[in-house]
Nanobody
Framework: VQLQASGGGLVQAGGSLRLSCAAS????????KAWFRQAPGQEREFVAA????????RYADSVKGRFTISRDNTKNTVYLQMNSLKPEDTAVYYC?????????????????WGQGTQVTVSS
């Protein structure tokens, strides 16, 4: 599985962005997906995850109510809609996939990673 993240950019506080993660590979629809982020000097942290068919989702407390993760298995793509962005959301955002149908918040549980896309929120 190869993952390609896109959609990052520069946005003012309060604005919105939608990240996309396109995957190659026949088993995309069988894998749980997630978004993580890493700010300079900090560890990579969990943002959101979605199960195989999209029926289960999980969010970090810091983004709950502002971000929404979704997936379209017909397009082999997972999305992260980010609203009400804050300067502290500034980071490189990575999509990830794990060879399980169940979601997880620990980055060690994920087997495949995209290259990351930069999100910068100005105050």
């Amino acid at each position: 599985v190869q993952l390609q993240a896109s959609g990052g950019g520069l946005v003012q506080a309060g604005g919105s962005l939608r990240l996309s993660c396109a995957a190659s590979g026949r088993t995309f629809s069988s894998y749980a997906k997630a978004w993580f982020r890493q700010a300079p000097g900090q560890e990579r942290e969990f943002v959101a995850a979605i199960s195989k068919a999209g029926g289960s989702t999980r969010y970090a407390d810091s983004v709950k109510g502002r971000f929404t993760i979704s997936r379209d298995n017909t397009k082999n793509t997972v999305y992260l809609q980010m609203n009400s962005l804050k300067p502290e959301d500034t980071a490189v955002y990575y999509c990830a996939a794990r060879t399980s149908v169940y979601i997880a918040a620990d980055r060690k549980e994920y087997d495949y990673w995209g290259q990351g896309t930069q999100v910068t929120v100005s105050s």
